[in-house]
Nanobody, 121 residues
Framework: QVQLVESGGGLVQTGGSRRLSCASVGRTFSNNALGWFRQAPGKEREFVASISSSGGSTLYAASVRGRFIISRDNAKNTVYLQMNSLKPEDTAVYYC??????????????WGLGTQVTVSS
């Protein structure tokens, strides 16, 4: 069974940093684009960032560009989201996802269960 398992969530103060990790279990996603999404209470899930299979291409939502960095380590089957200068509006459940494509195409087929990030003001 394919699983994506997120970790690293928790409580952080405004202006602080946090790094999320997402590891794949059951198969490797080294040939797949990966992404991070988030869902705040009462809101729809939104795109945060994505990265191509090689790591050579990345894409960010305007709300996080310049503050968040997505990266991956294919040898560890892990994708990361480094979050800096955190704001209360970054509070959400963060999900990682894997695409069937190696390039960033905006569609994702495998999802993790999410990890909660809470930014206190």
């Amino acid at each position: 069974q394919v699983q994506l398992v997120e970790s690293g969530g928790g409580l952080v103060q405004t202006g602080g940093s946090r790094r999320l990790s997402c590891a794949s279990v059951g198969r490797t996603f080294s040939n797949n684009a990966l992404g991070w999404f988030r869902q705040a209470p009462g809101k729809e899930r939104e795109f945060v960032a994505s990265i191509s299979s090689s790591g050579g291409s990345t894409l960010y939502a305007a709300s996080v560009r310049g503050r968040f960095i997505i990266s991956r380590d294919n040898a560890k089957n892990t994708v990361y989201l480094q979050m800096n200068s955190l704001k209360p509006e970054d509070t959400a459940v963060y999900y990682c996802a894997a695409s069937q494509y190696s390039i960033i195409r905006g569609t994702f087929d495998y999802w993790g269960l999410g990890t909660q990030v809470t930014v206190s003001s």
